[in-house]
């Protein structure tokens, strides 16, 4: 496999570069994500939606810098595990969402990052490539919950690797020993790893939902970013300026 792998062809990028994964039904996490959003705003609302991940994009718009309104969750072809997706720029954070919900709910959570590299007039860096598997207990572990992560980030053209935590025994651990930094956390890899873990992040099939759509009133600060998603992908260098968007 060559690349990064992407969600319904990356139409949805950046929303699907960054998705988050709980070990836990649907009618778990969303009462659970309503309610922290609570805690923190006061007051937040869910709102249950028919279809898949693919059906729901529409409701994350617009894309917001430094806060996030609108969150989904989604029912995925796997009862074990639902998805967890939001509507920030320059792209979402499931990260502080799947870390504080695996302990809330003591389940486990799992991030995926997929960003394809791609360039620009001139050979300038368009898109920074990047690759990344981390893992989350309910528990406290030495760093927060974090069990595991293992990553390739492009910086300045340049790959790095990082591999910290737990190893887990579905790791190709040789592979980390490549010449080629690129090449020491592959997409096959990534794939692999979270098959391993009842995951097919990247098949569209994957998310049949439903769904549901938790608001909360952040509202974006002045001088803070709020795009449509066509915005967000020229911006973050996914199409060029000049080039429509159709998902």
């Known amino acids: ?19 988050g994964f ?90 995926v990052t997929s960003v394809p590299a ?35 980030v492009q910086y300045e053209g340049r790959w790095r690797f990082d591999a910290n935590g737990e190893v887990q025994e579905f790791e190709d651990r040789q592979a980390y020993e490549r010449r080629k930094v690129g090449e020491r956390f592959t997409s096959s890899m990534l794939v692999g790893y979270a098959a391993a873990l009842g995951l097919r992040p990247f098949d569209d099939d994957f998310y049949p939902g439903p769904g549901v759509l938790v608001r909360s009133p952040a509202p974006s600060r002045p001088g803070l970013l709020v795009l449509s998603l066509r915005e967000a992908r020229q911006r973050a260098g996914i199409v060029p300026a000049d080039s429509p968007v159709e998902p």
């Open 1 to 19: 496999m060559s690349g990064s792998p992407v969600l319904f062809d990356d139409a949805f990028a950046p929303i699907t570069s960054h998705l």
């Open 22 to 111: 709980l070990r836990a039904p649907l009618d778990v996490v969303a009462p659970a994500l309503t309610s922290w959003r609570r805690e923190i705003h006061g007051v937040a609302q869910l709102e249950h939606l028919p279809g898949g991940l693919r059906d729901h994009m529409p409701h994350l718009e617009p894309l917001t810098s430094g806060v996030r309104p609108r969150e989904l969750v989604v029912a995925t072809a796997n009862p074990e595990w639902t998805a967890v997706v939001d509507c920030g720029f320059p792209h979402g954070d499931p990260v502080s969402t799947v870390g504080h919900l695996a302990r809330a709910v003591a389940v486990e959570g799992v991030v």
């Open 118 to 152: 791609s360039h620009g007039a001139g050979g300038r860096t368009a898109r920074r490539g990047a690759r990344q598997l981390q893992l989350f207990a309910p528990t406290a572990t030495e760093f927060l919950n974090y069990v595991r992560s293992v990553s390739v």
